[in-house]
C-alpha cells in the first residue's frame, strides 16, 4: 500500500468527506480504498491506461487511488457533455474506461488502435502511475499532458496535519481541483462536495457544515455577490478564500473584501504543466503574489511569467513541447508586472491581449474600470476583428436595467472618459441577459 | 430598407456621435470620414461604424460593416457616408436575393 493510502487510514473516524448529506471517514475511505484496489487489481492489468468518468464522488475519489495502486495511468474525464468525454479517452487512447453506476463501479474494455506512446511506456517500464490531464484547449483540439502521478502525489508527503472544512468546487480533470482534493487528504481535512455549483447551495453549504476555506474562481465569488447569497446566510465560519484560475481584477477583489471583511483572500496559482504552487499573496487585498515554494523556480522574460518546477508533466500525448525551452522552463502565457519589491502580479493571458492599432490593450485592466461603473453587475472584456484598427475592444456586460446597447455604449463611454485611454475604451457593447459563465466558473473568452 | 431611409439612419448615428465629443462639421450623403476634410480619427471611425451597426440591429435589421469583406474592396466603404450607406444597401439586396 502506498504511503498515500496508509496516512488516509491513518485519520480513523476523522471525517474525510460530506457528500449529498451523508458524512464518510477516513477509515471508511481507507476501506473504500482497500476494497477496489482488489476489484481493479482482479479486473485491469495494471500499467493500462484508465479513463475515470466521474465527478467527484466518496467512490470516484477511493477508485483513483486504487488505481494509483494498480499504477495505472489514470485519465479523469469529469465532463458532463459526451462529445467531449469521447474525445479525452480517445485523444489519451484510453484502453479501459471506468464509470460509477448507482455506487458501482463499471469498467468497459475500449477498442482502441495498437500503439502506445513513448511517454506511457517509460512509466509502465518503471512501474510508476501516471495521470493524464487536458489543458482547456483554446486552439479546438485539446492537449493531453502527462504527470508522473508518483512524482505528483510524494509532493504531498510529511504535510502539517490541520483541523478545518473545505468545500471544494474545482472539478476532478483539473489541477487545481485535483491540487484541493491531494492537500486536503495528506492534512487530513474534511471536504464538504456540492450536489452542484449554484452560489446559493454552495452558501447554504457553508452555512451547514461550516466551511472554514472556499478554493474558488473570481468569477464564481462574483457570482455570489451578483445572487447576494453572502447575505442570505451566516457565512460567518469561512476564515479564508483562495482563488485563482483567471486573473483577480482590483475591482472585484476591493469588493469581496467588502463583502467578507473577516475572511482572509489567498491567490493561488497553477498551471495543468506545472503543478499548483505555492505563493504568498501581498495583502488580502492584493493581486501580487510572491513565489514561496523550493519546488518551484520563476523568471520573467519578457513580460511573461516562466516556471520550472519538480511536478511539471513529462510531455504532450498530442502536441510538442514548444511552450518548454529545452532546459525545462515552461513558458505560462501568463503576462505579469513586477512590484519591485520581490512580488508579481498576473494581469493577462499572451493571447488574450487585444491589440488596437499597435497598441496592446490588457483586459482585465477594462475589466477592473467597468466593474467600477455603477450598475455593471459583471463583465466580460475581449477583443474582435476591426477593419479600421485590426482589432477593438469589446465589453460584453450584464447590467442591472434592461438597456439597449447603444443606451449602455453611451453610458460606458462617458463613464470611461477620462480614467482609460480611448483605444481602451470599448467600442462595442453586447448586452448580457444573464451572467454567462464555462461550466468551470472561468470566464469565457472569445 | 430604402435607400432614403439606410442614409437617414447612417446620418442619425454620424450627428449623434459628432455632437457627443463636440466634432463640427457639415454631415450629409457627401461628407467625407476618412482621408482629407476628414470629420474621424481612426478611433472615432471605428466608434462610428460599430454604432451604426449597433442602430441597425436595434431596427432589427442584420448588416455587418466589421467583417473582412469590409476590407476586401478597392476602395473602402468608410471614405465617405454615401459609400458606407451604398455598402449597406449592397448587403441588404444581397440578402435579398
Known amino acids: ?446 | 430598407m430604402t435607400k432614403e431611409k439606410i442614409a437617414e439612419t447612417v446620418i442619425a448615428v454620424v450627428k449623434d456621435y459628432c455632437s457627443n465629443y463636440h466634432i463640427s462639421g457639415e454631415i450629409n450623403l457627401h461628407t467625407t470620414l476618412i482621408g482629407e476634410n476628414k470629420l474621424f480619427d481612426s478611433m472615432g471611425l471605428v466608434n462610428v461604424i460599430v454604432d451604426i451597426e449597433t442602430a441597425f440591429m436595434e431596427q432589427d435589421i442584420d448588416i455587418s460593416l466589421t467583417s473582412e469583406k469590409a476590407m476586401s474592396g478597392r476602395i473602402s466603404p468608410f471614405r465617405s457616408i454615401e459609400s458606407i450607406c451604398n455598402f449597406i444597401a449592397k448587403q441588404l439586396e444581397a440578402e435579398n436575393k
Open chain 1, 1 to 446: 500500500m502506498s504511503w498515500f493510502s496508509e496516512h488516509i487510514a491513518k485519520k480513523g473516524e476523522k471525517i474525510a468527506v460530506i457528500y449529498s448529506d451523508v458524512c464518510y471517514t477516513y477509515a471508511q475511505l481507507a476501506a473504500q480504498i482497500k476494497g477496489y484496489t482488489a476489484f481493479i487489481k482482479s479486473n485491469v492489468p495494471h500499467g493500462e491506461v484508465v479513463a475515470l468518468i466521474s465527478d467527484y464522488t466518496i467512490e470516484s475519489i477511493a477508485l483513483f487511488f486504487a488505481l494509483a495502486e494498480n499504477k495505472n495511468i489514470i485519465v479523469p474525464v469529469a465532463s458532463k457533455m459526451k462529445s467531449e468525454a469521447d474525445e479525452r479517452i480517445r485523444a489519451a487512447n484510453c484502453s479501459y474506461s471506468i464509470s460509477i453506476a448507482g455506487k458501482e463501479p463499471v469498467i468497459l474494455k475500449n477498442e482502441m488502435p495498437e500503439g502506445v506512446h513513448s511517454l506511457i511506456r517509460d512509466l509502465q517500464h518503471k512501474n510508476r502511475s501516471g495521470l493524464i490531464l487536458f489543458s482547456s484547449g483554446t486552439s479546438g483540439v485539446p492537449k493531453a499532458m502527462i504527470h508522473d502521478l508518483d512524482n505528483l502525489l510524494d509532493s504531498y508527503k510529511d504535510k502539517k496535519q490541520k483541523e478545518l472544512v473545505f468545500l471544494i468546487l474545482l472539478m476532478f480533470d483539473h489541477i487545481g481541483g485535483l491540487n484541493t482534493l491531494l492537500t486536503c487528504l495528506s492534512t487530513g481535512v474534511t471536504i464538504v462536495i456540492p450536489g452542484n455549483r449554484e452560489p446559493g447551495y454552495v452558501c447554504s453549504l457553508i452555512e451547514k457544515y461550516h466551511v472554514n476555506v472556499l478554493p474558488a474562481s473570481p468569477t464564481f465569488l462574483n457570482l455570489i455577490l451578483i445572487s447576494g447569497s453572502e447575505e442570505k446566510y451566516d457565512l460567518s465560519s469561512l476564515k479564508m478564500i483562495t482563488y485563482g484560475t483567471e486573473p483577480m481584477p482590483d475591482n472585484l477583489l476591493l469588493k469581496l473584501k467588502e463583502a467578507f471583511p473577516r475572511v482572509k483572500f489567498l491567490q493561488t496559482f497553477g498551471t495543468s504543466e506545472t503543478g499548483i504552487s505555492q505563493i504568498s499573496s501581498k495583502s488580502s487585498s492584493s493581486n501580487f503574489m510572491k513565489f514561496g515554494d523550493s519546488d518551484t523556480e520563476f523568471k520573467i522574460v519578457d513580460s511573461e511569467l516562466w516556471i520550472r518546477s519538480k511536478t511539471q508533466i513529462l510531455g504532450y500525448l498530442n502536441s510538442g513541447m514548444e511552450h518548454f525551452t529545452h532546459d525545462g522552463w515552461f513558458r505560462t502565457g501568463d503576462i505579469v508586472e513586477e512590484s519591485g519589491d520581490g512580488y508579481i502580479k498576473i494581469i493577462g493571458r499572451n493571447k488574450d491581449i487585444i491589440n488596437v492599432g499597435g497598441e496592446k490593450v490588457v483586459p482585465s485592466e477594462v475589466e477592473s474600470m467597468l466593474f467600477r461603473m455603477p450598475g455593471v453587475k459583471d463583465c466580460i472584456v475581449y477583443g474582435e476583428f476591426n477593419p479600421i484598427t485590426g482589432q477593438m475592444v469589446v465589453a460584453k456586460v450584464l447590467y442591472e436595467e434592461t438597456v439597449k446597447a447603444s443606451e449602455l455604449k453611451k453610458l460606458i463611454t462617458t463613464f470611461c472618459t477620462g480614467k482609460l485611454e480611448r483605444y481602451k475604451i470599448p467600442a462595442k457593447i453586447v448586452v448580457a441577459t444573464v451572467s454567462e459563465f464555462s461550466e468551470r466558473f472561468k470566464k469565457k473568452r472569445i
